[in-house]
């Protein structure tokens, strides 16, 4: 038994209560035991909620004062339990009005035999997602996502007649809140079988509703070193940005592996982690490309712009969304940064004071953004591919090892004050001030400065050379 479990029936006692929803279904599938439960209680929620509370020196709050929900949450995050009253004022209605059938099962929380009304137990034996009634997407229409989000995270099928219902009422969703759809589509994008997930929005209908940008890319055809039209190619990069955080050696290396690992698993914001973020940004990173297509002559097109742009839309699309500033602003950085690395390609090897440029103007996000050109890259499999793509792992190795080596390295003081080096040099401080600082730093990096002493010495010379040029060499 779970500790909320243990929890609630130690505090409530003989007041009337069930297990509903997830709890009944992950202990039926032999999944580990959830530490958030929901219940169903008769009589006041208010004073259940309450005493649970008491009992457990947790927090209790109201979830929904339309529907009478509270929320117990243990102060060390341990577990959460939600307390409702019965809809329609008996379990029977309760769990009639339910969205599916594996969903629509109770226990007692004083224990006892599991109540499936609705044969929950044979589509979970036949791992299968059926709605319990047919207006069970038009009482609650995040329900059509919740139901592509459960056949993603337990691969389970959805039975035809309740396909046929999503997609009929797929239009419905665009009423719902825009931080219940975000809590569901996360999950999605999020989930083991992710690249599913996506394919079951698009057949049923729901993609165009929660992310129309990415259905716009359908049929917008690309150069010849593209196989894919930009919708396929953008699926085909979440699949291999989601390799990455699987496997990061089947296209880095070994050497690199456990530190990517590691990287992609810290938490980023809103529950997801930098892997989460990645798979945000795979799916967005392209998606300005409809709007900035142009037609080059000779059967060739390009997409002028489209990062620039897209970061825009990127952080417009999760605004919408109501996500956290902390992942628009990864993942437009992501999106306006993610060509960099493919220009770089043809001035291989760079020099130390190439890969600081490359570090500077990528940070923070200059590991993800990495990881993701190479997504991008082995997505891109049209005319000279094999040798695209060796050329680009080999520079991305590079660049993420040296990423990772600065992040993990303690940040070091500047190697002057700017105040000193404008009294070192007898000049006024001004916008050359904070240039110079710059190169500077890029020079130490680069292992051409390495005091105080130096850092004058180099300025000097550089001023001293920039004043030497003519006009027409300055230019």
Avoid: C
């Amino acid at each position: 038994m779970s500790g909320a479990l243990a929890a609630a029936r130690a505090a409530l006692g003989a007041q009337p209560a069930w297990v509903v929803g997830g709890a009944v279904r992950d202990r039926l599938l032999g999944r580990d035991a959830d530490p958030d439960v929901d219940l169903a209680v008769t009589g006041d929620v208010r004073a259940a909620a309450r005493r649970l509370a008491r009992a457990t020196g947790a927090v209790s709050f109201e979830l929904s004062g339309t529907h009478g929900a509270w929320r117990v949450v243990d102060r060390d995050g341990a577990w959460q339990v939600d307390l409702v009253g019965l809809q329609g004022g008996s379990l029977e209605a309760d769990l009639a009005a339910r969205d599916v059938t594996i969903n629509a099962m109770a226990q007692p929380l004083a224990g006892g035999a599991v109540i499936d009304p609705h044969s929950g137990r044979a589509d979970l034996a036949a791992r299968r997602l059926r709605l319990v009634a047919p207006d069970a997407f038009n009482r609650d229409p995040l329900r059509l996502l919740r139901v592509v989000r459960l056949a993603t995270e337990l691969r389970f099928e959805i039975d035809p007649a309740t396909r046929a219902a999503a997609r009929a009422r797929a239009p419905r969703l665009s009423a719902v809140a825009a931080e219940r759809v975000f809590g569901e589509l996360k999950r999605i994008v999020d989930a083991d079988d992710a690249l599913r997930g996506m394919r079951l929005l698009d057949e049923l209908g729901l993609l165009a509703v929660v992310l129309p940008e990415l259905d716009m890319l359908r049929g917008i055809e690309q150069s010849v070193y593209h196989h894919r039209d930009v919708f396929g190619h953008t699926l085909e990069v979440l699949e291999l940005a989601i390799g990455l955080e699987r496997d990061p050696a089947d296209a880095l290396g070994d050497e690199l592996a456990d530190a990517i690992s590691a990287f992609l698993a810290e938490p980023l914001a809103d529950g997801l982690t930098r892997g989460g973020a990645l798979r945000w940004a795979a799916l967005l990173h392209d998606a300005a490309k409809p709007q900035t297509r142009v037609e080059l002559g000779g059967g060739r097109v390009g997409f002028p712009g489209h990062d620039a742009v897209g970061a825009q839309l990127a952080r417009a699309v999760l605004t919408r969304l109501r996500a956290s500033e902390r992942l628009r602003a990864q993942v437009a950085a992501l999106t306006e940064h993610h060509l960099r690395l493919g220009f770089l390609v043809h001035e291989a090897p760079l020099d130390r004071r190439a890969i600081h440029r490359y570090l500077v103007v990528t940070a923070p996000v200059d590991v993800d953004v990495t990881l993701l050109s190479v997504a991008d890259r082995l997505a891109t499999r049209g005319r000279k591919a094999d040798e695209a793509i060796a050329q680009h792992l080999e520079l991305a190795r590079v660049l993420v090892a040296a990423a990772l080596e600065r992040r993990a390295a303690p940040r070091a003081a500047p190697v002057i004050r700017g105040d000193r080096l404008a009294d070192e040099l007898g000049l006024t401080p001004g916008p050359w001030l904070g240039e110079m600082l710059g190169v500077l730093e890029e020079a130490r990096y680069a292992g051409e400065v390495r005091s105080a002493d130096d850092a004058v010495a180099f300025a000097r010379a550089r001023l001293d050379a920039s004043a030497q040029r003519t006009p027409r060499e300055a230019t």
